[in-house]
Nanobody, 123 residues
Framework: VQLQASGGGLVQAGGSLRLSCAASGRTFGSYAMGWFRQAPGKEREFVAA????????YYADSVKGRFTISRDNAKNTVYLQMNSLKPEDTAVYYC?????????????????WGQGTLVTVSS
């Protein structure tokens, strides 16, 4: 599976962005998908994840209620809708794909990673 993230950019605080992650491969629908982010000088952290069916989602407390993860298996794409953005959301955002995994909040369970897309939120 190859992943290509896009949709990052510069936005003012309070604004919105939608990230997309396009996957290659016919087995996309069998993978859980996640978004992580890494701010300058910080470790990469979990943001959101969705199970293969799209019916179960997980969020970091810091983004709950503001971000929404979704997927379209017909288009081999996962999305991250980000609303009410804050300067502390500034980071490089990575999408990732995981096979069978119990906890999708753990970076180590992911098998494939995209290249990252930069989100900058100005105050």
């Amino acid at each position: 599976v190859q992943l290509q993230a896009s949709g990052g950019g510069l936005v003012q605080a309070g604004g919105s962005l939608r990230l997309s992650c396009a996957a290659s491969g016919r087995t996309f629908g069998s993978y859980a998908m996640g978004w992580f982010r890494q701010a300058p000088g910080k470790e990469r952290e979990f943001v959101a994840a969705v199970r293969w069916s799209g019916g179960t989602t997980y969020y970091a407390d810091s983004v709950k209620g503001r971000f929404t993860i979704s997927r379209d298996n017909a288009k081999n794409t996962v999305y991250l809708q980000m609303n009410s953005l804050k300067p502390e959301d500034t980071a490089v955002y990575y999408c990732a794909a995981a096979g069978a995994a119990f906890s999708l909040r753990v970076e180590g369970v992911y098998d494939y990673w995209g290249q990252g897309t930069l989100v900058t939120v100005s105050s």
